[in-house]
């Protein structure tokens, strides 16, 4: 991994399941649920052969803290460096980790797979690339595809920044043929992945657990989470900031006369939480809009299974699990044209996609649906060839055998 643990982020929840106090007066911890523990998990339960260790960077430790959070899979956390440097004249944040590239003490890494994502310039992965020669490599791409090529092609007056993004071009050039396999989550940019590298590639996400989400009664879940039972109700789920565009939903919402109930679960900031709060006076006032906070899974399945339609308008994503959930549970999507989920929507004929900044079509399309236009749900089969954790763990299995043949 090549982030650190999203302490800010949950700063105002308790402590994860493994954690350990520094001896600077601060405290480690490990959740075992992002997408490097997931996986490796998975895999270990269909497969015994492999063993599995996620490696990340922590500003906040002091030494390695290691925890076995699935039997033969342990979560490590090394020590950390941020530096800030600019590209041109903008600031740009490198995570490095010298403890990490010195952990693995061995001259001959031929029998080890290193599984990375990001990007292969980036510091951590530069410095395993160039380290481990003789080891096998397959990169991941866990949002959409980002490469130099693409910043190269754009119109820019910052010269400075031409000059790093072109470095960046050359030294991908020859990281890339490092690469052994390659996965990706969505099509987009996948032309300029080509480009550099042409090696075997295949299209595989995340996925999520068909017995923690799947399709429950309406009117139970509306009466348990006291929810009235006559409205239409949206519902949106994602952490709350920018990108997400929760802000621009609810402009869009404002518009709308009609009578619906708008439910946001997630959270974020304190200040960008207040912003949309302010944003959404119009909603509140009407009683048209319930910001929830974070669900757990429990609570989570409950929102999905109470509401008529999922919306998610982000501008960017890889996925989103969130969308893969209401699809599990037999929920209408309308989301915007980008990600894994808005790609497998528009190849099955199912749910809406929209343009991510065509905020009238937004308005358009939920306005047909209070209409009374329906919206086709994908087949409970279809979500499961894609995304049940157990077919994902198959196919990056099998990706292993191949990559040590």
Request: proline share 3%.
């Amino acid at each position: 991994m090549n982030h650190p643990p999203a302490y800010d982020e949950y700063s105002d929840k308790p402590r994860p399941e493994w954690t350990w106090d520094t001896s600077e007066g601060s405290w480690v911890g490990i959740w075992g649920y992002d997408w490097s523990d997931q996986l490796a998990i998975e895999i270990k339960k269909i497969n015994k052969k492999f063993d599995h260790e996620i490696w990340q960077p922590d500003l906040r430790a002091d030494r390695i803290y290691s925890q076995e959070i699935y039997p033969g899979v342990i979560h490590r956390l090394f020590p950390a460096k941020e530096k800030t440097t600019l590209i041109g004249l903008k600031r740009s944040r490198e995570i490095s980790s010298p403890e990490m590239i010195q952990f693995l003490n061995v001259e001959d890494a031929s029998e080890i797979i290193f599984h990375i994502g990001q990007s292969v310039t980036c510091k951590i992965n530069r410095c395993l690339l160039e380290r481990f020669i003789n080891a096998k490599f397959i990169f991941s791409y866990h949002g959409q595809i980002t490469l130099p090529k693409i910043s190269l092609l754009r119109i820019q007056k910052n010269i400075l920044a031409k000059f790093h993004y072109l470095n960046e071009h050359f030294l991908s050039q020859k990281l890339f043929k490092q690469i052994s396999y390659l996965t990706f989550q969505n099509n987009q940019n996948l032309a300029y992945l080509k480009y550099y590298y042409n090696g075997r590639l295949e299209r595989i996400t995340m996925g999520i657990h068909f017995d923690d989400f799947y399709k429950l009664g309406k009117a139970q879940c509306r009466e348990e989470l006291n929810l009235p039972q006559s409205s239409l109700i949206f519902l949106t789920v994602c952490r709350l900031y920018k990108l997400k565009q929760i802000d621009k939903l609810i402009e869009v919402l404002s518009k709308i006369e009609r009578d619906f109930l708008f439910i946001v679960v997630g959270h974020g900031t304190r200040e960008y939480e207040e912003y949309l709060n302010k944003k959404a006076e119009k909603l509140i006032e009407q009683k048209k809009i319930l910001f929830t906070g974070f669900k757990k899974r429990p609570e989570l399945i409950k929102y999905l299974n109470s509401s008529d339609l999922f919306i998610h308008v982000s501008k960017a994503e890889a996925g989103p699990v969130v969308c893969m959930e209401a699809m599990a549970c037999g929920v209408p999507i309308l989301c915007t044209d980008t990600g894994n989920t808005a790609e497998v929507l528009k190849e099955n004929s199912a749910g809406i996609v929209v343009g991510a900044n065509n905020y009238k079509y937004w308005e358009k399309e939920i306005t047909n649906y209070l209409e009374g236009k329906a919206i086709k749900t994908l087949d409970l089969d279809i979500v499961k060839e894609h995304y049940e954790w157990g077919n994902i763990a198959k196919k990056f299995t099998a990706i292993y055998d191949k990559v040590r043949q």
